[in-house]
């Protein structure tokens, strides 16, 4: 098999096939990282633009990692410190970094879609890194890498989702990822805060976490993003923690072998206690190890380029 | 285009007799098996480094450390190709610091392959030194590298396709000569 596609903007788009192409990829780039020399030649020669207008530490550090432990050359670019505070567009900016002959192109935006837009009117590769709540496609592939690496099979697990679902990027792109790998999605959270047409995903919907924990053999849980959270969607930050948060109270009623995923940052003490971030169930870290390993998979499919010459051994 | 068998050079007795020469050869030069590690190149080299192994093993009775090496991401014409090719999972024992590591392939054709195998090695550490075992040389080197020990030496036309074949991917041990035909 041979990954067909230009950009890497969401998994909705994506088959299973093409799930399963890209996370056996990055299965094979998991070592490189554990090497005493952590780099390949494979992107030497290649520029990487990093171009990041929300705040993001462990997407921009895993992608420029990632960039670096292929050999490309990466360039940062933050909103607040470039054009776009004068007044710049989007399509003029992306313009003028592939005016300078840059090989791909990463991008988070606060606006969902950007990175199709930018697909479009470019000619290199785009890899969407979080497009406001709209997907986060390497953060639910590092979420399913974790799962394969942990369980080796998705068919008849229960994945449940708890939190902001309304908000949230990174549970759009899971539902999408988990459901076509086979697995059961619930996603649990308050009433206000779950999209009213989310069941039309294949999802279940649970308001009651204590319900769902017993089932579940994921709990993934998503942090609860304040500066989204604009209007009034739950009484008070502390009766959310009471009702949704996972604390080890309530995970004695889960299954022994349990994973609990966190897309990071936490919130300690909101959705998650500090005892079960920190547990023996808690694979958070290798979501970041994953993560690493998988947004290398994704910048070396995409640098394939345009057909040049038939394939040869 | 189809390919078509033109000769089988070796069948599986053949490929049998030239793993058991090919360790004997390698402990010969190496005085023993002491600070050797055998290092397979991705597909076929893999499985050819597990025999050539094992049959060190019962001749000289210690475990020899076998590794898998995918050069993929070290080949030298990823920029010229269309998609980018499968890239499979790399598996190195231990340190190669101060070992002799013994690369082993199926085919040494243009010897890209172990240009780039050697530079891969080169980033895991510092071996004492480095040999190359290959089942069959065919000629039409293209860089100046040649093999330390060979199964069968072959003279091929640039045109002409050697297929190896072995019973762990392939089902049957086989090497033939083929040819593509429209």
């Known amino acids: 098999m041979k990954f067909e596609r230009k950009d890497l903007l969401g998994l909705e788009e994506l088959s299973r096939g093409e799930i399963e192409f890209i996370l056996e990829t990055a299965g094979s780039f998991v070592e490189i990282s554990e090497r005493p020399i952590k780099k390949v030649p494979v992107l030497r020669g290649l520029t990487v633009v990093n171009l990041f207008s929300e705040p993001s530490t462990r997407t921009r550090i895993s992608f420029e990692l990632a960039e670096k432990r292929l050999s490309a050359d990466t360039v940062n670019i933050t909103a607040s410190s470039s054009s776009v505070v004068k007044g710049e567009t989007l399509k003029d900016t992306a313009k003028n970094i592939e005016a300078m002959n840059i090989d791909m192109l990463v991008v988070r935006h606060n606006a969902p879609g950007a990175p199709h837009y930018l697909a479009d009117v470019l000619h290199c590769p785009v890899i969407n890194a979080g497009d406001g709540p709209h997907e986060h496609p390497t953060q639910a592939l590092l979420d399913l890498l974790t799962v394969k690496q942990k369980r080796g099979t998705f068919e008849g697990l229960n994945v449940t989702i708890i939190g902001d679902i309304l908000h949230s990027r990174v549970a759009r792109s899971d539902i999408w990822g988990f459901t076509k790998l086979g697995a059961a999605v619930t996603v649990c959270g308050p009433p206000t805060l779950i999209p009213p047409d989310i069941e039309s995903t294949g999802v279940t919907v649970s308001y009651d976490l204590e319900e769902v924990i017993p089932r579940s053999d994921i709990l993934m849980l998503l942090r609860i993003q304040t500066e989204r959270l604009k209007e009034c969607f739950f009484p008070s930050i502390r009766e959310y923690s009471d009702f949704f948060g996972l604390d080890s109270a309530k995970l004695e009623r889960a299954k022994p072998d349990v994973l609990i995923m966190h897309p990071g940052p936490l919130n300690r003490g909101v959705e998650i206690t500090p005892e079960v971030a920190d547990g023996p169930r808690s694979v958070i870290l290798d979501q970041v190890r994953y993560g690493l390993a998988v947004r290398m998979a994704v910048l070396y499919l995409l640098s394939g380029g345009e057909l040049k010459s038939e394939d040869s051994d | ?182």
């Open chain 2, 1 to 182: 285009m189809t390919k078509r068998e033109k000769a089988q050079i070796m069948d599986s007795d053949d490929i049998a007799r030239a793993i058991t020469r090919i360790a004997h050869q390698i402990l010969e030069r190496n005085r023993g098996a002491s600070d050797l590690i055998l290092v397979g190149i991705r597909t076929r080299g893999a499985p050819l480094a597990e025999r050539i192994a094992k049959s060190m093993e019962s001749i000289e009775g210690s475990e020899i450390p076998v590794g898998i090496l995918d050069i993929t991401l070290y080949r030298d014409d990823l920029q010229l190709v269309s998609k980018q090719p499968v890239v499979g999972k790399t598996d190195i024992p231990a340190g190669v610091d101060g070992k002799v590591v013994v690369l082993i392939d199926d085919v040494l054709f243009t010897g890209r392959t172990i240009r780039a195998a050697m530079d891969e090695i080169m980033d895991f550490g510092r071996p004492k030194g480095m040999q190359l075992a290959v089942l069959i040389d065919r000629g039409h080197r293209e860089v100046p590298i040649r093999a330390d020990y060979v199964g069968k030496n072959v003279p091929t036309s640039a045109k002409e396709i050697i297929s190896v074949a072995l019973k762990e991917h392939d089902g049957a041990d086989k090497v033939s000569v083929e040819e593509l035909v429209q």
